[in-house]
Structure formats: structure tokens, C-alpha cells
DNA sequence: TGCACCCGAATGAACGTTCGATCAATAAAG
DNA sequence: CTTTATTGATCGAACGTTCATTCGGGTGCA
């Protein structure tokens, strides 16, 4: 049945906000406004401003799981896994710069109870923590990698938004390269 | 001379209500609780929220670049400042999470006008570019290898700050290793 | 009729900012 | 050596605006 279209609209127009008037400038009555939708509609589908927030991130981060897993074949090796993982997330981010921009601010407010970077549940240290355990990846912390990792994708897609840089496709498999050789065992 | 002390109060203050509240919820009535002082005297040394909020941008960049040029030795050979950067960002950004926390906010709201991610200006970026220029590093783009940096500088800053994990001096140590047998030539 | 959905004006709290009144200190005048 | 201006720093109550949220009423489908 999936989520009903109202908040939908209401979940993309809060994210076109973030991205334009940043958290603090996104309020209600422009949600509203943004959303096509009354004041007092968006009160029917969230209790708060906060609950909203909450959920959003929610629903931002199963996009980007969804996204992710939707390109990736279980099936194939490691190392495969580890080359697309990275390039998906890559080409979620800067096709959703509005999606990175809420995470940044989102994850460092204190709406984000747990204060841990989201990387860390998910399929993704998971992901990182097999490669480790079954000898895919030389010996180390996880988190560890997860910093290399997950931190030059972030960072590499915040220059491509915010910059005017471009990775074209050759640039961004070198930069993976460079990442495997460096965690890679044997 | 440096700036007068009631301004000093008034940064500090305002980056523990960010931290604590959240780039949000740091109203001017807090702050003047906060820094000790009455609502209209932080208008005289700013002529608004938005400029004080800009030059404590500044403000915590300063801080950041002297740090770090503080501990750096300029006639040290290239691959030891290499180490030595990385180390004493990490060391800033955790001895001083609320900084780290206020930039990533900052960064990602449109405060931010250049938009572009901090580390580009500045020493660092060209300290990268010296490196490709004069041959220690592997030929390539330089913000290819500031994504690579920065950003696990910055997610690992964050990880020790927001999640239990510590990384000890050798877990540093191995990881800037790993990044630069995979940056440097030869 | 009932129930879920939706509306938008109304509400009080909280916001950023202003302003006239002090205060301390230094300079000028007697 | 006092007294009187002048200045910049500081205060906090007050202002108009905007905020998140509420509420009473409407609409359409079961």
C-alpha cells in the first residue's frame, strides 16, 4: 500500500525546504504552503514538527537503502560489492542533494537522539564488518573502515554538489581503487 | 590586542547552545542567558544573528588552521606533515566537538553562501595540490584526495565523538598510514 | 450516520531586534 | 583639583512579527 500521497508531498517539500532555508528557516506555514496542503492537514499525519523531522529521516534513509540494494547483486563477490556499494551511494547522493544536506544538518542537531552517524546500523557496517570477519579486508577496527568509506563518499559527493568539481565516472572508480587496495587483504 | 572578551563569551556561548540545541533552538534570548550579558548588547558587537553566526564561521576556522599550524614544522619532509595534519585535525575536531558540530550545520544550511565545503581554501587543499604538484603524491585531481582525507578526518572525529568508539593513537596512526601508501608515489 | 480526511483562521508563546535609560571612564573646561 | 561634557559599553523591558499548534467546521465515502 506503500505511504499516502499527501505525505509524501509533505516529506519532499520539507526536504526541498532544508535544502533552500535550511533548518531553521523550513517552518510549518511554509510546509504548508510548499506542500499544497492545509496548516492543520499536516498535524493529521504527524503529532509535532519534531515527529515529522523524525520520520523523515526515516524515510530518507530507507530510500537510500532501497536505492542501494536495488543495484546490488548479492550473489557477486566481494570485491564487486564493495565497488558498486560505494558508486551507488555515490549516485544517490548527488542525484539527492536535498536527502545529503538534511542528513548533515539533521544528524548534528539534536533531533538525532542516538547522536551516531547513521552509517552504523544498516546494511552497511554490516556490510563492512563481513568483509572483515570473513578475510575480504585486512585486519582492523570496522569503524574504522567505515570512515574511509562512507567519509569520502560523502565528501566526494558534497564537492560535486557544492563545488563546481565533477568526478566523472573514471575519476570516482579510481578513487574506489585507491580505497580496496588500501583495506583489501592478500 | 585580539577581540574584546565579551565577544569571545558570546562565540563560546553560542557554540555550546548549537551543540546543545541545535542550530535551531539557538535563540538570542538564550545566548544573552547564556554568555552573560543583556539581549542588546551581543547588537552591539553584531548587527544581526545571521552576521554573528558568519563570523563565528570564521572565528572557529581561525581557530582550526592555527591549531594546526601550531604543531605543524614547515622544513619537516612532506610525508610527516602529511601524518601530522591529519593527526592534529583529528585531535581538534574531538578535543572540541561543539566546532565540528557547528560547522557541519553551518555548511549544510545556506548561512553558507560559497557553499563549498570549508577545506578547500585555505592551507589544506593547497597543501594536497603542493603534493600532486611537486611529485609526492599520485598524479590526480586534488579534491579527489581531499574527499579522501577530510572526510575520514571528519567521520572519524565524529565517531569518537557521538559513538562509544575510541580509536587509540595507533588506530590513527595505521589508518593515515593506509591513506598515504595509497596517495603516495614511488 | 459515522468516520477519516482536510481546511484555514485563531491563539498564545517565542522569536529577533530596537530603544531609551544607565553606567564607567576619560577628556575638557573652569 | 574639581566639575562638567562626551563617549562607548551595557542593560532589559517593549515591539511587531512569525512560529508551532489547535480547533471548529466542512467534505465525501462507507
Redesign the pocket.
Known amino acids: 500500500m506503500g505511504i499516502?500521497e499527501?505525505k509524501r508531498a509533505i516529506y519532499e517539500s520539507m526536504l526541498d525546504l532544508v535544502e533552500a532555508y535550511g533548518f531553521h528557516g523550513a517552518?510549518?506555514?511554509?510546509l504548508a504552503k510548499e506542500a499544497k496542503?492545509?496548516?492543520?492537514?499536516i498535524?493529521?499525519y504527524f503529532s509535532?514538527?519534531?515527529e515529522l523531522l523524525k520520520e523523515l529521516y526515516i524515510y530518507c534513509k530507507e530510500q537510500v537503502e532501497d536505492w542501494v540494494l536495488a543495484e546490488l547483486d548479492e550473489r557477486q563477490p566481494y570485491k564487486e560489492r564493495f565497488y558498486k556499494r560505494w558508486l551507488s551511494l555515490y549516485e544517490f547522493y548527488t542525484a539527492h542533494p536535498k536527502v545529503l544536506v538534511f542528513f548533515e544538518q539533521y544528524i548534528n542537531s539534536p533531533y538525532n537522539q542516538e547522536r551516531s552517524p547513521h552509517h552504523f546500523r544498516g546494511g552497511f557496517f554490516q556490510f563492512l564488518k563481513e568483509g572483515v570477519d570473513e578475510g575480504y579486508l585486512k585486519e582492523a577496527k570496522p569503524e574504522l573502515y567505515v570512515a574511509l568509506y562512507m567519509g569520502s563518499v560523502i565528501l566526494a559527493a558534497k564537492i560535486k554538489i557544492f563545488g563546481s568539481i565533477s568526478f566523472d565516472m573514471e575519476d570516482r572508480k579510481l578513487l574506489v581503487t585507491k580505497l580496496w587496495t588500501t583495506l583489501a587483504a592478500g
Chains 1, 2 share one sequence.
Not at 27 to 30: A, K, Q, V
Not at 37 to 41: L, Y
Open positions: 499516502s499527501k517552518s510549518m506555514s511554509l496542503v492545509a496548516a492543520g492537514t498535524y493529521h509535532s514538527k519534531d
